[in-house]
């Protein structure tokens, strides 16, 4: 079990966690702009990294906060914790 | 031609101190070129190389595994057997991989064991009971094995499980599947890379691709740790990296890989003769023969491919199995383990062409790969061969994902992901 | 009564007043408090205590330790009986009783050693190979397999016992309570570090208990008082004994098992097993080594045993485990046994090494007392079956591959052998390590740390007393000092410098009866003793091109048993790496999987079984509704009333009270578990209306609407009311099963898309008693109980909302409906709901005021035409499929609108909901079933749909159905099918909307 950083609350148990996937996925301003491929690729194609992934995470049962997370998912060495509009760490 | 396997042969052997046995297949190097290469040496990879041959007499090809065969999903599973699915789609495609598995320990002469024990899915609550008679009706008019049990047929059939009604969880009845059950994993794979190797197939192990060599929209081989192998063709089957590979050629799929936990107790004498499964509860469960009781827990929530496996997980699962079968509570885990489970958005598996010529992708089976096996192999092998799929998988393309064709088999995990 | 023959007359660290009976295969034995189940055993002269898993040879006592192979036994009868315990780890208490497990009728003569005799036709994976023909008879040869596997029974009774669990922080959690382990936790616990040492055996001391050593100039063991003494001094330093680290998992998280019941028997006033989860900012691993065996032929017969183990039995049982021994080994460790044996007066025939010219310290020790040593020498043969009854030994040739001279037989009923020691490296292999392997010590070693973990003493590779300590004291500081602590100045504790030669690597010992052919004819030597693995049968994966140690396991079960191949994983990879002609480095090591001993199921699942597995919600008016007699139905984790049978009545018969009444009078529903989502903030109608379908920027306050909302894929999620309580605050309802969801899904979209809306969520669903009055007289009712809400149809219109007092409590009413008809749903403070209930009930009862539940609920909303969530909706469903095209707004962007675009969502032949009405009114359509168009005499049949709700409808006096059907909306009035197992039923296509389509009866 992972003890995740939450930017607002420090370290807590993974179980306080829930998972929200890939990060900065952004939703299109303008979803009649996109043809059905392009539509389909924002809800559907993930990068899915073997290696450092940026990922959000929700504290659920926690501040019910969402932030961003680097992690490996080779390793599960954790990297940078940042909230969410901040950049990705270089 | 390999020598048969048979009582006979093992008799034969037997004197002459089984020094006799054959390789049941070869170590070859790799050619400079092959009509198909294969990337990965699990089940659905080998199965596809098998039934190129034997279906299609393409023969000269290529299995190209990173690790030993067999390694990834296909020896991690708890070996579960079954097509009671939902859509037609599904249902047709698995039920056909379970017709292959009915025959396969003769048509690849290798005892892969398959124990059709019956397939309970239990219900707890009324919504459940909706759903598993939606299954069991659609699965029957199929022309599928589907039947309802009452909490007492249940009792009946599985006298360890808590049937009482002030359980937690009670269970208001099951469906069965009688044709399904369990099968020896390893065997799976093992028979039919000897089978393929029979066919001339070459099985390359502990060679590790690193690149898919296009030229232009058309693939033309693949880089491996061994070297540069040429092929006309190429089939991506690497469950648990399906999308790492794909991106060497480019590709972008709608599959997230997540572990999926399984563990074993020590053997102890038979308690359990067929499979259980609950949704509610997050569990499936079934005896080995060597007495070991196997059991999965839910997929993990993050993406992972280390195939580690935690603690909280095991805590969560005999919490799971011990409601479900209290007396189990004295029984000890003898081994915990993890696998890399593909998983699409709709729970079902890509059958595909790709936008690159001459580039097939067969992943995303999520927890359903190893009963998918013979059936996944047949399909590929054909949509491989004829350049375009087989009705059995034409529904599984990758085109779904862009016009909302999905075939959503959530449900159809058992386990509700 | 004593009848341990096998006692010597002192010695060991067993209390000799303290006499403890127990039984053992149904004989009555005595034992001494200190004694293992084992060392009793032996101490009685009991030999065969099990036999083998598959050939179900004659197995003896292998060990003295949780590497034990052979003597699982089944621990006591009825509720607290245990299968597949070791012996060697059971401690003995009054009153014991055990027996041997997967023998028949007896350890002594078991049937199923007739496997013994077709061994030959049962080779490493025979199965793969045989019983295809005839095809459907495999499960006919798979029960009798069945049967004869397994080892022992599951108990058949209730667990009478409680598991519970511990969640713990240490600065240093050590792992071993050994010289290495004790030396390191002193050295972190002296400098003010937090730390747990944990040993897995009752005692601390580790191999010193079986050893009679020195440190700082004073008996090894008075080092372990004294230091256990300082340990548990300090305040921050806590020793769990009996506890095993089991796990080490992800961020120096790691999983210990404590025993705490050691007379199962007996009930305890406490937890009978302790799970720890322990977070350590370092660890480190004292877990020590475990023998090898050597492997030569026949040498599992009851009476060989480990080397190590036979000066455990002496030294601290006090126990002999034979009149006559014969030491067998490859290294000088033995000779320490050899002397131990020789100490206790027990006759060492003979010392059999497979070295020339032997030398050091201990074997001079040996030489001196006349003991006679065989060196380049080896067992060649283990004569006798049930017991060891004497060996032959043979000289060997230069390369020691083969026998170079005649055997000599030497009488003996013991043989101890020894062929080094592995590290346990179990648990730095878990936290990601890799071994390596060390040509050394012929044994893997561990790698470098890939978590905050470091390896100390034997389980390092470091084998002498002294290096140990030194080891464990440097770890110990290291520890501490990375932990953030100030190592203090204490010196690490010193014992004396014994040398000792190089072992040499001997992996498969050639038997004399062989005239030098291949290994691996006639005797069995074995590798993995407790699966029964053989030299033979890992030759012949090798020969079969099961090349990688993987694929041997899995063809020959090599280490797969409960044992997890402890003693035999390291040969059975040397056996292999000489079949494939590598180094046992390039064979590789086999990933080490928790747990490293098994963990019993009760407690890893602790306190979360039962009642308390899932916690059931309840609604305040729970007791109430129990009271009148109410059945219940399982909704998410809640509990709601599933309908009120009275005495006498069928289901159906209180289905059909219910209705009517809440057609013809009042109705009253408890509907607190629905989801209740707090919405405020001054963007909360622009966020409203970017999640809902429909329109929401100019709803009015005071007002409700009723929202669809999708997935961003444009199915169906979830539908419910909300009401605009002010400019800026909205009360939102969701589906009872959805309610998390829903609120997790708002927060996500705000937060990580929109961060820019000022709104902030809150779930409510807990703040509020939640009952619906329905029926013609509910405007009755209501106005017995409000005085400042005018609930004139104008003043208070359908689809509004107004706050009042109910019955003198603080209400929120809202005007919405659910059945059809005039319906007043009363929210109030939830610790107020049964007291409203109560007075609703008592003064609706000349009203007819009658409670129903979900079933009713559901048949009414049926009648309408209303849609539930998750039932006529399946993850698969758009608005448009429902019908529901009204509630899609064309005007505005919304979550999942650019979705239903999508080829697949516009095309033709889509599901949608439909009616249907069986063709005999009687007839109620299953739920579930599947419809055709054109029925066939059997499946297999093209399915157009299924039935997703479905009831009698005493209102319309016929059944009724909802459906979702491929293309229905273009097939009114055509007729389908419903073809179930035992009948089909033909159904008529109609309209959802079976009861008042003009809404006539909503204003009461």
Redesign the interface.
Known sequence: MFLINCPWCGERDEEEFAYGGEAHIVRPKDPDALNDEEWADYLFMRKNTKGNYLERWNHAHGCRRWFNMQRNTATHEFGAVYKIGEKPPK | MKSKYSIFSLVRNAMGYHQGWEQAWRSPEPKPEYDVIIIGGGGHGLATAYYLAKEHGITNVAVIEKGWIGGGNTGRNTTIIRSNYLWDESARLYDMSLKLYEGLSQDLNFNIMLSQRGVLNLAHNLHDLREISRRVNAIRLNGIDSEMLSTADVQAMVPILDCSKNARYPILGASLQKRGGVARHDGVAWGYARAADARGIDIIQKCEVTGIMRDGDTVTGVETSRGTIKAKKVAIVTAGHTSHVAAMAGLRLPIESFPLQAMVSEPIKPILDCVVMSGAVHAYISQSDRGEMVMGAGIDHFISYTQKSTLAVVEQQMAAVTKLIPILSRLRLMRQWAGIVDTCPDASPIVSKTPVEGLYVNGGWGTGGFKGTPGSGWVFAHTIAQDRPHALNAPFALERFTTGALIDEHGAAAVAH | MSTSRNRLAEGGRIERTKTLAFTFNGRRYTGFEGDTLASALLANGVKALARS?KYHRPRGLYSAGVEEPNAVVQLENGAR????LQATEIELYDGLSAKSVNCWPSVEFDIGAINSLAA??L?AG????????P?SF??TY?KV???A???????????P?T?DKMHEHADVLVVGGGPSGLAAALAAGRSGARVILADQEGELGGRMLSENETIDGKPAMQWVEDATRELTAMDDVRILTRTTAF?Y???N?L?LLERRHINVARPLPHSSER?W?V?ARQVVLATGAIERPLVFANNDRPGVMLAGALRSYVTRYGVSPGKKTVIFTNNDDAYRSALALDDAGISVAAVVDLRNDPDGPLVDAVRARDISVFDGWAITAVIGKMAVKAVEISELSADSENVSGPAKRIDCDVVGSSGGWNPVVHLHSQS?GKARFDETIQSFVPGPSVQKEQSAGACAGTFSLKDCLKSGHDVGKAAAKLAGFTPSRHKQPVADTVFEAPLQALWIVPSSNLDNR?K??GAKHFVDIHSDVSV?DIE?AA??????V??VK??T?LG???D?GKTGNIPGMAVLGQALGQPIAEVGTTTF???FT?????A???R????F??P?RKTAMHHWHEAAGALF???GQWKRP?YYPKPGETMQDALNRECLAARNAIGILDASTLGKIDIQGPDAAEFINRIYTNAWIKLGVGKCRYGLMLG???MVMDDGVTARLGDNHFHMTTTTGNAARVL?WL??WL???W?ELQVYCNSVTEYWSTMTICGPRAGDLMAEFTTDIDLDKEAFPFMSFREGTVGGIPARVFRISFTGELSYEINVPANMGLALWTALMNAGEKYGITPYGTETMHILRAEKGYIIV??ET???MTPLDLGMDWIVSKKK?FIG???LS????VREGRKQLVGLLTTNPAEVL?????L?ADLKPA???D?IG?VTSSYYSATLGRSIALAVVKDGRNRMGETIHA???DKTMDCEIVDPVFFDKEGSRIDG
């Open positions: 898993f009986t245990r299968p597949n030959r036709l080779p025979f199965y793969y190979k045989t019983f295809m023909w095809k495999w499960m798979e397999i069945r049967n596997a397994g080892l022992g029974t599951a108990p058949k009774l209730p667990d016992d598991y796990g998992y992800d961020q998280y999983g799970l989860r977070r990601g291949a691996g004819f033979a012949l020969r079969e091109g099961y090349h990688s993987e694929h899995r063809y079960a797969m048993g409960p997890q999987r928790p747990p098994p963990v019993t199921y009760g890893l699942a602790g979360d079984i039962g009642e597995s899932d059931a139905e399982d909704v599933w961003e894929d444009a997790g927060e996500e937060q990580t898309e961060p998750g039932q399946d993850g698969t962007d609108r650019r979705s999508r080829a697949d969502c299953p739920e579930g079933a599947q055709v499946p297999p049949m399915m299924h073809p179930m197992e």
